[in-house]
């Protein structure tokens, strides 16, 4: 059968292909229903990626947060009509000691291999994961984005001492947002404080015990553990503020993606004896953590309503087009595109 996929050409420029899908009895097809634009999809469709990297991955079909409807299934793992978040990592082998998401060998979607920007999607059961039934599919949209947040606390809780009695996330945006929240559902006893630079932004965080802008940390604001949500140019102010004021054998988890060096205060992290720990992406685990949690507390997706953005029915690549550009002028929140039937 055959399946239209509209990839980037160049920057700005999308084209439709029609590739030709062969079933078989290992892998099923979902059509993709809600698709989220991420920061780094905009990076392709904007031409800020470096040249040489442009000229490797495209033409490709972008987006790698989404959700879509079963079609096909003759595994017999979903049932024809079920809604399932896709997972965009693709790993083709099993470390014992490296998580599928940082293997070398693994594919992502929108990021060398076509993404969901496409109208079947075809993948193996065990990349489909089934949503609440209840939930808002916008929301649903950006689960991807939601689990890189789960997987990285989950990493950062694992490398941290014991004593979590305050915890700060810098950064007011959406990756910002979407940590602060999680943690204070995953560790509801730490009192949590939110560091960003915009007034505005930073009065959604209701959930969270304080809000705090840049520009009036007190010289004696000290906190267990951190967490970098910034990215971007502003990376390092963030990191050399949360390393002025951590404590002692504190835990700093960087999540922010910057295509600059960012300078690190060597001499102060050694003398803290401070712990830094990356973290990028998401696996299966992490998926199915995130639905138990949801399912565990629904009331997190009425948070995460807060950044639904802009929505655009989208059926042609006019559409797509003009969504990708509305999203480029977003103030906060993220812009989704709901296919129309």
Sequence with gaps: MLSTVYQLKRPRQFEVIFKNIELNQEQLLVRPTHLSICNADQRY????????????????????EGIGSVVYDPTGSFQAGERVVMIPNLPVQADEFVAENYLRSSQFRASGVDGFLQEYVQT????????????????????ELVSVSYHAL??????????????AVWGDGNLGYI???????????????????????LSYFTFADETILTTQLEEDFAFDHA????????????VGQIIDHIRPEGTIGLLGVSEELVPIETRMVLEKGLRIIGSSRSGRADFLGLMDL???????????????????RVRDIKDIRNAFEADIHKLMGKTIMVWDE
């Design 45 to 64: 469709y904007q031409g800020t990626r470096p040249a040489e990297i442009l000229r490797r991955k495209l033409p490709m079909a972008l987006i790698h």
């Design 124 to 143: 193996v059961p065990d990349r489909a994961v089934r949503l609440p039934e209840q939930m808002n599919p916008s929301v649903a949209a950006f689960t």
């Design 154 to 167: 989950h990493r950062f809780f694992s490398v941290s001492h014991g004593r979590m009695d305050e915890a």
């Design 179 to 201: 940590t602060a929240l999680l943690l204070h559902y995953l560790r509801p006893q730490t009192k949590l404080y939110v560091v960003g630079v915009h007034e505005e932004k």
């Design 227 to 238: 967490l970098e949500c910034v990215g971007g140019s502003a990376a390092g102010t963030a």
């Design 294 to 312: 949801y399912r565990q507390y629904p009331e997190m997706a009425f948070y995460l309503e807060n950044i639904v953005g802009e929505e655009f």
